[in-house]
């Protein structure tokens, strides 16, 4: 391990840092916006939600390098843009988060929903004030699977040129020297670390009535 490289390149990879950070939350929070309503519309589905989710977590099995070289093509952007690495990555958080949306709407109990509607709640104010807070832990769950995904695979966007972590790996290799592929990983681990903990304290937040130590 060269310390006295990671001093000199301290700035630089402070900014990859910072691009890999926004490169992993961004999606993830547009994703989250997109499925709330998908997963919504998934749970009103009856008999036709499993085709519905099973069409949504198709998704999740594009290959991310296949899917990073076609963007591009389709959005008019350039290769290194990083829009493309955003819209990806906003894909693979959808397909995730879809489901756990809907399943967690499913975990609200009927009898909770029968009781806001007998208190006057109509469809849209009950699914913002009372089903949606009650699924916030499963939705938690699925948000921290979802963010760490990111984090792995915004790596892979280096094979394009987009600056992140993961051109620490590939300049290691380029120059067969370890110390910024062990910084990249070291890195990656302690950002997707963060993040996990950044979930799970705001669904503590958000569910006071949980016990703690429970998983949200």
């Given at each position: ?13 402070g900014?990859?840092?910072?691009w ?15 499925a ?8 009103r ?12 977590g ?17 959005l008019?952007?350039k ?58 832990p499963v939705?938690?769950?699925g ?9 792995s ?14 051109l ?5 290799l380029?120059?067969?020297?370890l ?7 070291v890195?990656?681990v ?19 009535w ?7």
């Amino acid at each position: 391990m060269r310390f006295d490289w990671l001093w000199r390149e301290s700035g630089r990879i402070g900014e990859l840092f910072l691009w890999h950070l926004g490169l992993s939350v961004l999606p993830v929070l547009i994703g989250l916006v997109l499925a709330l309503p998908l997963g919504w519309i998934a749970h009103r589905a009856g008999l036709f939600r499993a085709a519905f989710l099973g069409v949504s977590g198709l998704l999740y099995t594009i290959p991310s390098l296949a899917l990073f070289v076609l963007l591009p093509l389709l959005l008019g952007t350039k290769i290194l843009d990083p829009l493309n690495v955003v819209v990806a990555l906003t894909v693979y958080a959808l397909a995730l988060l879809v489901r756990t949306v809907s399943d967690g709407l499913e975990s609200v109990s009927p009898e909770v929903i029968q009781a806001a509607s007998a208190m006057g709640y109509r469809a849209l104010p009950r699914f913002l004030l009372v089903e949606l807070p009650l699924a916030v832990p499963v939705i938690a769950a699925g948000l921290r699977v979802a963010v760490v995904s990111n984090v792995s695979i915004v790596s892979v966007a280096a094979l394009v040129g987009t600056p992140q972590l993961g051109l620490l790996f590939t300049q290691g290799l380029q120059l067969r020297f370890l110390t910024p592929i062990i910084a990249g990983i070291v890195l990656c681990v302690l950002l997707a670390a963060i993040l996990d903990g950044l979930v799970l304290f705001v669904a503590r937040r958000l569910t006071p009535w949980q016990p703690k130590g429970g998983k949200p």
